[in-house]
């Protein structure tokens, strides 16, 4: 039933990569050309941990784990051409993993041929022999989700042994089977076995996909097509082929690398993805070139920005920022109460600070202090904590023994501690030296009316001559003595 709705026959699908099959390179692989993308194979311990947030920042569908760490990002563009690949030894944790994403990919896939460390190391999740409970997940899954579902193995020791594998496998009602034919203990480097294959395309019913081709059998796209011929399949799957230039899977023919990794940096820096994901990803399309100077380059590199820096995209970079920003304040805005709101001990409010809102040399710390230094409190302490999902940052100020912050996360450890000032300002009703806010104007009053007005201003900001003379030995202060007297003509 659900098996209808998509299509795994000739076809032509992204092969599940650990540490490539991620959002951007899904992306790169659909705008070339892939009918399907599946995403690298990620193990239902971790998945089943997840919660699912809509980022409404970069408009995806964010898995994430109890450490913050994303585990899995998609969106709208591949929501009908993604499967989710897991890596799973139970039933009900699958079929847990599989509800939670149901809604957000085309269909669920079960890895049960991966010879990696990261999928074998646990001897319950030894996927190259299908084990009884492999069935048993398998029609767990096929029966309680509405997506198809299918799985990836290894071809066996022999013909006989791996087409009686598929018979078994098809009988759970999975909607297609992706082989990749070379043993368990096969790398790369040896020939793949294209009869293995074609023996169990001409034994079972459901679409095969054929996988293992690249580059023995397909460095172009117009190799696809003979890969399927040589293995009788119904559709093909490549992975190295398209890791090192995803344009394999255009029609058109080959794009130069270097344009494909310029594109594929687009997407990683438009879906903040991972510096070290990106780089590791680059690093893999450079291949023999990954000592240029470029690839010593890209290797150098910690952040998306750097990595920007070394394809010169610097200002595509920090004009996706810039956009990413304003649409996280935009959001921030909307979605937050305008008066203070307390949060357990702390009184928050929803504020950014602006710094075009302030004049070059003034802060709202700088006023903030003062103030405490004039009603003789100790001088305000500053916690800060960083999110490390998008690595934005908060900040709670003391005050009085009372605390104070922003409920909107900044971009930076000192705009956080300026947002937390300007709230403990606006709540004590303390002027925060903003531009247009009447800041010159009330000194200058303040001035004429002399001392007598003092007492009548508490817990309200001073601007009295003799608090900044007194105070001058301070650097904020005398910053703030030296506007008092260009704006007083002193």
Known sequence: ??????????????????????????LLALDYGADLVYCEELIDLK???????????????????????VMFRTCMREKDRVVFQMGTADPDRALAVARLVEKDV???DVNMGCPKEYSTKDSNVKNSVFLSDRKSILKKLVTGVSIPVTCKIRILPSVEETVSLVQ?????????????GRFKEERPRHPVHCDYIQAVAGAVSIPVIANGGSLDLVRTHADVEEFRKATSASSVMLARAAMWNASVFRSQGLLP???????????????????????????????DKVE?????????????????????????????????????????????????????DII????????????????PKMFLLEWSRREKLE?????????????????????AKKKYRSSLWEKSKKFAEQASAIVCLRVLGIPEGRLGEDDSGLVCKRKREGSSASSDIKPHFSFELQVWKKNQQNDDADVLLQLFHRTHHL
């Open 292 to 344: 240029s100077p470029l690839g010593k380059q890209v290797q150098a590199a910690q952040t998306n920005a750097e990595i920007s820096e070394a394809y010169g995209l610097q200002e595509f970079y920090q004009q996706t920022q810039d956009r990413l920003q304003t649409k996280r304040d935009t959001l921030q805005r909307s979605s937050q109460p305008s008066c203070p709101v307390m949060d357990g």
């Open 257 to 287: 690398v270097e344009t494909v990794m310029e594109e594929y940096l687009r997407y990683a820096v438009q879906y903040d993805n991972h510096a070290f994901n990106t780089k590791y990803c680059l690093c893999q399309m450079l291949r």
């Open 1 to 26: 039933m659900a098996a209808g709705r998509l299509s795994f026959r000739n076809i032509t699908a992204l092969a599940p990569m650990v540490r490539v099959g991620t959002l951007p390179m899904r």
């Open 348 to 363: 928050t409010m929803a504020i950014k600070f602006e710094r075009r809102e302030y004049p070059p040399q003034i802060t």
């Open 106 to 108: 085309a269909a669920i």
């Open 379 to 399: 001088q305000p302490r500053y916690k800060t904590v960083q999110r490390s999902q998008d690595r934005a940052f908060q900040s709670t100020v003391t005050v």
């Open 168 to 180: 078994r496998i098809e009988k759970t009602g999975i909607a297609a089977i992706a082989v990749h």
């Open 47 to 69: 998945m089943v941990q997840c919660q699912r947030v809509v980022n409404e920042v970069l408009e995806t569908v964010d898995f994430i784990a109890p450490d913050d760490r």
